[in-house]
Nanobody, 128 residues
Framework: QVQLVESGGGLVQYGGSLRLSCAASGFTAEYWRIGWFRQAPGKEREAVSC????????YYAESVKGRFTISKHSAENTVYLQMNSLKPEDTAVYSC?????????????????????WGQGTQVTVSS
């Protein structure tokens, strides 16, 4: 059974940093992409970042470029999201999701329906 478990969320002050982890298990697929999404109260879910296991290609939302860095530990099927210079508008529940296979293009990663399995989410709160 495929499982994704997020950790690392919490409360941080404006300008602070957090590192989220997403540990994926229960599969043997060699090709996957793991994306991070976030959803703030009253807002739509937003794609934040994504990384490919095979070649390490990364994608970022404009709102987090230069502040967030996604990375992976392929052998452990774990993905990290280093979040620096956090702002109150980054406050949300952050969830990771996995897509198996090798999709093409640079748009699919933003679509939540493209992903096969989701984690339960972790709360990130940035105080001003």
């Amino acid at each position: 059974q495929v499982q994704l478990v997020e950790s690392g969320g919490g409360l941080v002050q404006y300008g602070g940093s957090l590192r989220l982890s997403c540990a994926a298990s229960g599969f043997t697929a060699e090709y996957w992409r793991i994306g991070w999404f976030r959803q703030a109260p009253g807002k739509e879910r937003e794609a934040v970042s994504c990384i490919a296991k095979s070649d390490g290609v990364t994608y970022y939302a404009e709102s987090v470029k230069g502040r967030f860095t996604i990375s992976k530990h392929s052998a452990e099927n774990t993905v990290y999201l280093q979040m620096n210079s956090l702002k109150p508008e980054d406050t949300a529940v952050y969830s990771c999701a996995i897509k198996f296979g090798t999709p093409h293009g640079s748009v699919w990663w933003r679509k939540s329906y493209e992903y096969d399995y989701w984690g339960q989410g972790t709360q990130v709160t940035v105080s001003s």
